[in-house]
């Protein structure tokens, strides 16, 4: 007759704590990880917002330096005449009195959108600003024109302020 091996056990309790033990993660284990997450969460998020909030602002001044080169090129095609509103900078085709367009029509008005609405067009991502020396809008995104006296300039406003970056005629003030 064979004799049959039983399991090794331990002799005070019965069983051995390398095979019988519990696998797994204890609830200490998992507050930390869960803490340490929390943790990273709280730095990341903000420091993420603020990246979107640079690069949307960094949008609007492209947007700026659009209507400049658009203001420009309408200059040029009218033999040194900027455009009177934002609208003819954006999209009117100065003309002549007897009909004849003055420079190649632009490209279309909602060429560009507002890096924080995504929406474009007058209003949405640009607008006629009536005070040359006054504020842009105070909507996030949008692209104010003035026009006085011969002169231009552009303004926008960023997330929480207004760009510090203002185009005129001839350069950048």
């Known amino acids: 007759m064979t004799a049959r091996l039983s399991p090794v056990r331990c002799a ?9 033990a519990p696998r797994g993660f ?16 709280a730095i990341a998020i ?10 949307k ?9 659009a209507m400049q080169l658009r203001a420009e090129d309408f200059a040029v095609g009218t033999g040194g005449w900027y455009p009177r509103t934002a ?10 009195d007897n009909g004849m367009q003055l420079v190649d029509p632009p490209t279309p008005a909602d060429a560009f959108a507002n890096p924080f609405s995504h929406e474009s067009g007058e209003g949405a991502s640009w607008e006629n600003r009536d ?23 552009i303004k926008a406003q960023g997330a929480h302020a207004g760009l510090s970056l203002v185009l005129v005629n001839g350069g950048t003030q």
Do not use: W
């Open 12 to 20: 005070a309790h019965g069983r051995c704590p390398a095979i019988d």
């Open 87 to 96: 609208a003819e900078c954006m999209g009117g085709v100065p003309m002549t």
């Open 131 to 153: 005070a040359f020396a006054g504020p842009a809008s105070t909507t996030p995104g949008i692209v104010s024109y003035s026009f006085f006296a011969g002169d231009y300039n």
């Open 26 to 41: 204890t609830l200490v284990e998992l507050c930390i990880v869960v803490v340490v997450v929390g943790i990273l969460a």
């Open 57 to 65: 602002e960094a949008s609007t001044k492209t947007n700026m330096h």
């Open 46 to 55: 903000p420091n993420f917002i603020e990246v979107q909030d640079r690069a």
